[in-house]
């Protein structure tokens, strides 16, 4: 069956890095579109970045464009995110998503996520 | 970018009752729009696609419609594991989701 699990969450301060880790199961990884989306407590979902199949084709929210860096390791079956200056708005349980589709980018699975903490 | 908009934010319905949620989109998605259902504690799971095509695995109970800029679930008999809060997400430019609806035992 297919599993996303997610790590590498944490406490980080304002201004700091973190890469999160995604592995991937149960599914031939190298064939889907990823993806990161990310909850902030008590909120509602925000889509943060996608990655294609092969790695070539990737976008960001305007929120994250310039901080943060998705890539992909197909050999390994996973999934990153490097975030780099982390703001308190960083703050979220991050998802790991397998986008169903390249026709059309939603969700099928979604990792349990892990969660980010940024403050001082 | 697109805005989703969802209503209303909260919906209390008695079991056995009838659920009725709006997602509206500040332009036009086509029918490229997409429901997820989300439990405390949880991840969210996949519900509808194409505006109307259930996921596998999806009760009938749960149906989707509309396109362009009006969007409707409809849980015809809400169960009580149905008690939830409900996402739409538009992803015919990028992808964005709407604030959502939360579906409370009335």
């Known amino acids: 069956q297919v599993q996303l699990v997610e790590s590498g969450g944490g406490l980080v301060k304002p201004g700091g890095s973190l890469r999160l880790s995604c592995a991937a199961s149960?599914?031939?990884?190298?064939?889907?579109?990823m993806s990161w989306i990310r909850q902030a407590p008590g909120k509602g979902l925000e889509w943060v970045s996608y990655?294609?199949?092969?790695?070539?084709?990737?976008y960001y929210a305007d929120s994250v464009k310039g901080r943060f860096t998705i890539s992909r390791d197909n050999a390994k079956n996973s999934l990153y995110l490097q975030m780099n200056s982390l703001r308190a708005e960083d703050t979220a349980v991050y998802y790991c998503a397998r986008v169903a589709a390249a026709a059309g980018y939603y969700f099928d699975y979604w990792g349990q996520g892990t969660l980010v903490t940024v403050s001082s | 970018e697109i805005v989703m908009t969802q209503s209303p934010a909260t919906l209390s319905v008695s079991p056995g009752e009838r659920a009725t949620l709006s997602c509206r989109a500040s332009q036009s998605v086509s029918s490229n729009l997409a429901w997820y259902q989300q439990k405390p504690g949880q991840a969210p799971r996949l519900l509808i696609y194409?505006?109307?095509t259930r996921a596998t695995g999806i009760p009938a109970r749960f149906s989707g419609s509309g396109s362009g800029t009006e969007f409707t679930l409809t849980i015809s008999s809400l169960q009580s594991e149905d008690f939830a809060v409900y996402y739409c997400q538009q992803y015919n430019n990028r992808g964005t989701f709407g604030q959502g609806t939360k579906v409370e035992i009335k």
């Open positions: 149960g599914f031939t990884f190298s064939d889907y579109y």
């Open positions: 990655i294609s199949s092969s790695g070539s084709t990737i």
């Open positions: 194409g505006a109307s």
